[in-house]
């Protein structure tokens, strides 16, 4: 069941919803129409499928992908719970060294998974990291793939990028 929006951008507008048969939240991210784009329609789809190819736990998790029969595409994933490194900082300042330095750890292990797949986010700021506290540590979950590429052999970005 949809709830309401969370985050609206250039791109689209991401939904928090319930799954009541699961009793658990998630949202759902539902790009801008652009009839007729199709390179809007493609990034989309490779923005699923590359976020869903990168099993880690700091990086939010894809559950599904669908498109409806109006032609309306849509990603559902997890709900994090947290607020953005962006507004995290805001709020309260600079990270004392102390947790900035695993914080900053947990980062380059999920874009290093990333990497390691052959997928670059091409988009790493601090509106696309959720801060969750937990047990009086800080952890990182890397959002949106929307400008992600991925890798050909020969260290490019291939032709589906």
Request: aromatic share 10%; hydrophobic share 45%.
């Amino acid at each position: 069941m949809v709830r309401e929006p969370i985050a609206v951008g250039g791109y689209g507008v991401v939904y928090r919803c319930e799954q009541r048969e699961l009793g658990r939240e998630a949202v759902v991210k539902v790009p801008r129409a652009r009839p007729g784009d199709y390179a809007w329609q493609k990034r989309f789809v490779r923005e699923a499928r590359l976020a869903s190819q990168l099993e880690h736990p700091f990086a939010a998790h894809v559950y599904a992908f669908g498109v409806e029969a109006d032609g309306v595409r849509w990603i559902a994933m997890e709900f994090v719970r947290g607020v953005t490194l962006g507004a995290y900082l805001k709020a309260r300042g600079p990270m004392p060294l102390a947790e900035f330095v695993p914080f900053f750890e947990h980062i380059a292990e999920v874009v290093h998974a990333a990497h390691a797949r052959g997928i670059v986010h091409r988009d790493l700021k601090p509106s696309n990291v959720m801060v969750i506290e937990s047990g009086g540590r800080l952890f990182p979950k890397l959002l949106d793939f929307g400008l992600s590429k991925i890798l050909d052999a020969a260290g490019g970005f291939g032709e589906d990028a």
